[in-house]
């Protein structure tokens, strides 16, 4: 069964700092697209940020300049460096592992972000 385990979410005062990390078990970690995505209460989940097996990045609009995702294929781990956080990413964070051209499409917890003004 694959899991994806999330941990480092937490409570931070605005302009602080949070590092996100999610292990990935039973997968070929190193083909898969690894992403973060949030959800707010009340409102979709949205894409944060994306790394691709060859570590190309994708980033939301709002994040960018300010998080930064990477991958450690040995350690079959992803993580997401949040930095100068505002109240407006406080959010449930969750790991995606996503396998281009099939159905395979996971998702784990997440964990909780909340940054106080």
């Known amino acids: 069964q694959v899991q994806l385990v999330e941990v480092g979410g937490g409570l931070v005062q605005s302009g602080g700092s949070l590092r996100l990390s999610c292990t990935a078990s039973r997968i070929t970690f190193s083909s898969y697209v690894m992403g973060w995505y949030r959800q707010a209460p009340g409102k979709q989940r949205e894409l944060v940020a994306t790394?691709?097996?060859?570590?190309?990045?994708n980033y939301a609009d709002s994040v960018k300049g300010r998080f930064t995702i990477s991958r450690d294929n040995a350690k079959n781990t992803v993580d997401l460096q949040m930095n100068s956080l505002k109240p407006d990413d406080t959010a449930s964070y969750y790991c995606n592992a996503r396998l281009l051209s099939t159905t395979r499409n996971y998702w784990g917890q997440g964990t909780q972000v909340t940054v106080s003004s």
């Open positions: 790394i691709s097996p060859g570590r190309t990045t």
